[in-house]
């Protein structure tokens, strides 16, 4: 079974911070005795004790329980999780900080993205990204489909609405780019404006999340163009499942149960994505106020970032080591311009336990 914990009835979209600042809960993130983990994180079950008893796993999702997760939520309805010997805790993310949390030991598995995790690990984390959901970052950019903006140099003397916590990603793309900031009008949307700047026409183009705002603007009669920041460079996993160091030491068995479970749910989703979305809309629909119309689209719009030739050839959340590297080098940009703090060595992937799938 799948327990929901605590839900927040507050913005509708996702506006996640992909690369900015975080602060962790817990200090340097360390975790406690083999005692006290498995109290925290596995209900007292440990691996040796699986076969004969269910083992408690807490998953801290990055923000709240829409479509986002709605393979996680059949990874539970079709008995996946059962079947793996789990009971999953699914712990709604909406403004937590899921680095602390997780490398604190309040829960195994965390759901975040590439650069956040690692920002998180150059301040002394002990944490590893062991898989990745989305392939492709859901960072876009966003113009009306009267007036398309196709290509990074087109946004060149364009204004630019850019929410407060994208600075991050934002000042990455100029610069892989070769955008000085000077050579666009970037306008600070603060921490809570929507895309409704660009439909009312006071900016050229919206940095936003192709699985979100582009389809908010469509359904208000908005027609828009968008590309991903990721087919100009922007490499960066989001989505991704992170886990501890000594997680993965100390309860490998669970983590890869875990991840298998979720592999199963997020290919029913893929192969009938309706299923998805209206087990989401009844589980959580009614008490977040979502928008069935607008879910449905999230949902669909975000297979194409999960399922990839690469996926389809080694399976869901797999990380191809050329986009490791890519995913390093854009890090590594980043902190070359003093954009931000990262670690930018491979062991912050670890790929043991889709090995063990």
Same mark, same amino acid.
């Given at each position: 079974?799948?327990?929901?914990?605590?839900?927040?009835?507050?913005?509708? #979209?996702?506006?996640? %911070? $992909?690369? =900015? &600042?975080?602060?962790? *809960? +817990?200090? /340097? !993130?360390?975790?406690?005795? @083999?005692? #006290?983990?498995?109290? %925290? $994180?596995? =209900? &007292?079950?440990?691996? *040796? +004790?699986? /076969? !004969?008893?269910?083992?408690? @796993?807490?998953?801290?999702?990055?923000? $709240?329980?829409?479509?986002?997760?709605?393979?996680?939520?059949? !990874?539970?309805?079709?008995?996946?999780?059962?079947?793996?010997?789990?009971?999953?805790?699914?712990?709604?993310?909406?403004?937590?900080?899921?680095?602390?949390?997780?490398?604190?030991?309040?829960?195994?598995?965390?759901?975040?993205?590439?650069?956040?995790?690692?920002?998180?690990?150059?301040?002394?984390?002990?944490?590893?990204?062991?898989?990745?959901?989305?392939?492709?970052?859901?960072?876009?950019?966003?113009?009306?489909?009267?007036?398309?903006?196709?290509?990074?140099?087109?946004?060149?003397?364009?204004?630019?609405?850019?929410?407060?916590?994208?600075?991050?990603?934002?000042?990455?793309?100029?610069?892989?780019?070769?955008?000085?900031?000077?050579?666009?009008?970037?306008?600070?949307?603060?921490?809570?404006?929507?895309?409704?700047?660009?439909?009312?026409?006071?900016?050229?183009?919206?940095?936003?999340?192709?699985?979100?705002?582009?389809?908010?603007?469509?359904?208000?009669?908005?027609?828009?163009?968008?590309?991903?920041?990721?087919?100009?460079?922007?490499?960066?996993?989001?989505?991704?499942?992170?886990?501890?160091?000594?997680?993965?030491?100390?309860?490998?068995?669970?983590?890869?149960?875990?991840?298998?479970?979720?592999?199963?749910?997020?290919?029913?989703?893929?192969?009938?994505?309706?299923?998805?979305?209206?087990?989401?809309?009844?589980?959580?629909?009614?008490?977040?106020?979502?928008?069935?119309?607008?879910?449905?689209?999230?949902?669909?719009?975000?297979?194409?970032?999960?399922?990839?030739?690469?996926?389809?050839?080694?399976?869901?959340?797999?990380?191809?080591?050329?986009?490791?590297?890519?995913?390093?080098?854009?890090?590594?940009?980043?902190?070359?311009?003093?954009?931000?703090?990262?670690?930018?060595?491979?062991?912050?992937?670890?790929?043991?336990?889709?090995?063990?799938?």
């Amino acid at each position: 079974m799948t327990e929901v914990v605590g839900p927040k009835q507050t913005l509708l #979209s996702r506006r996640s %911070l $992909l690369g =900015g &600042g975080l602060k962790l *809960a +817990g200090g /340097a !993130a360390l975790l406690g005795s @083999v005692g #006290s983990v498995s109290d %925290l $994180l596995l =209900g &007292g079950a440990s691996p *040796a +004790g699986a /076969a !004969a008893m269910m083992s408690a @796993v807490s998953f801290q999702l990055g923000w $709240l329980t829409n479509t986002e997760f709605a393979g996680s939520y059949l !990874a539970n309805a079709k008995g996946y999780y059962k079947k793996a010997g789990l009971t999953v805790k699914i712990l709604p993310g909406e403004g937590v900080d899921v680095e602390g949390i997780v490398g604190a030991g309040k829960a195994i598995v965390g759901d975040s993205n590439a650069d956040t995790c690692s920002a998180a690990v150059a301040q002394g984390a002990d944490l590893r990204i062991i898989g990745a959901k989305y392939q492709k970052n859901p960072f876009c950019m966003i113009s009306s489909a009267k007036k398309p903006i196709k290509t990074p140099a087109e946004l060149k003397g364009k204004k630019v609405g850019v929410n407060a916590y994208n600075f991050t990603g934002w000042s990455t793309f100029l610069a892989i780019n070769g955008i000085s900031k000077s050579e666009v009008d970037t306008v600070n949307e603060g921490y809570t404006s929507g895309p409704e700047a660009l439909s009312d026409g006071r900016v050229d183009a919206w940095m936003g999340f192709v699985t979100n705002e582009p389809t908010v603007l469509e359904l208000a009669g908005f027609p828009v163009y968008t590309f991903l920041l990721a087919d100009f460079g922007y490499e960066v996993y989001a989505d991704i499942y992170e886990t501890t160091a000594t997680a993965i030491a100390q309860h490998k068995e669970e983590l890869v149960e875990f991840l298998r479970a979720e592999r199963e749910g997020w290919s029913a989703d893929l192969a009938d994505p309706a299923a998805g979305l209206s087990l989401t809309m009844s589980l959580y629909g009614g008490k977040l106020g979502l928008s069935d119309k607008q879910q449905g689209l999230e949902n669909t719009a975000q297979l194409a970032l999960i399922k990839t030739a690469y996926t389809e050839a080694h399976g869901l959340f797999a990380m191809n080591p050329d986009d490791i590297s890519k995913n390093l080098a854009t890090l590594q940009l980043a902190q070359s311009k003093k954009i931000g703090n990262y670690y930018t060595k491979a062991d912050l992937f670890d790929d043991s336990i889709l090995k063990a799938l």
